[in-house]
């Protein structure tokens, strides 16, 4: 449970927070006007309302595409040990692969390749199938959990609350409030409502990904 909050509270896992600060600017913006009876265009207003929804949409995106992360299965590898400890074994199959993988490295270096080169070549040699089978983890990508959502979605109510209690007390209704507490509400759903999307996707490239390994 203690890791699971930690993640929920991993706060700065959130990427690209500009955009989505851009967006909530614009909302805010949108919204005084909208409230304010000033002399607009309704279509103007109705235009603005879509964009900031549109840049939110946009953020969800470029977020989500911004945690996936190739699997290290899959990337270059030029470290013997790291790349043993991944894989599916008892540990003395480890320290015997990892003793076995190390001596190929070495004939290789005697051969004129750099220990780097080396490193990378005994790995390469033995991603075989059988050895792939090994892993862990033989998806393509490791994706988020995205908990963060979460957590950013529990800071936003708690503010609903704490300005709205505060709010109350000290000053009367305004349209100030009003617009701060709607935003609050409207991301603090947005989040969690983003948070099933991204499960949602990573259920659907995960299965992609599975039936392309069989």
């Known amino acids: 449970m203690s890791q699971f909050i930690r993640k929920m509270f991993s706060l700065n896992d959130i990427k690209y927070s500009w955009i989505l600060l851009l967006s909530m600017i614009l909302c805010f913006l ?15 207003v109705t235009t603005g309302y879509l964009l900031s ?27 013997i040990h790291a790349y043993v400890a991944q894989l599916a074994l008892s540990q003395e199959d480890k320290w015997e692969l990892q003793a076995y993988l190390e001596d ?10 750099t220990k780097e080169e080396a490193s ?13 089978s090994l892993s862990k983890n033989t998806l393509l990508f490791n994706l988020h959990a995205h908990y963060y959502l979460l957590g950013w979605s529990i800071l936003a109510f708690a503010l609903f609350i704490v300005i709205g209690v505060f709010w109350i007390t000290l000053f009367t209704s305004s349209t100030l409030m009003l617009i701060v507490e709607s935003m609050l509400i409207a991301y603090s759903l947005g989040f969690v409502g ?3 999307v991204y499960k949602l996707f990573d259920a659907m490239i995960y299965r992609k990904l599975e039936e392309n390994v069989r």
Not at 30 to 44: G, N, P
Not at 120 to 132: D, G, M, N, R, S
């Open 120 to 132: 990378i070549e005994a790995i390469t040699h033995f991603k075989v199938q059988e050895i792939l």
């Open 194 to 196: 983003l948070f099933f």
């Open 53 to 79: 929804f549109t840049i939110a949409v946009l953020w969800g995106a470029i977020n989500y595409i911004g945690h996936i992360r190739m699997n290290v299965m899959y990337q270059k590898q030029n470290n």
């Open 104 to 113: 190929f490295a070495e004939d290789l270096i005697q051969q004129g390749r």
């Open 30 to 44: 949108i919204f005084y006007i909208d409230r304010a009876d000033f002399l607009i265009d309704s279509a103007i």
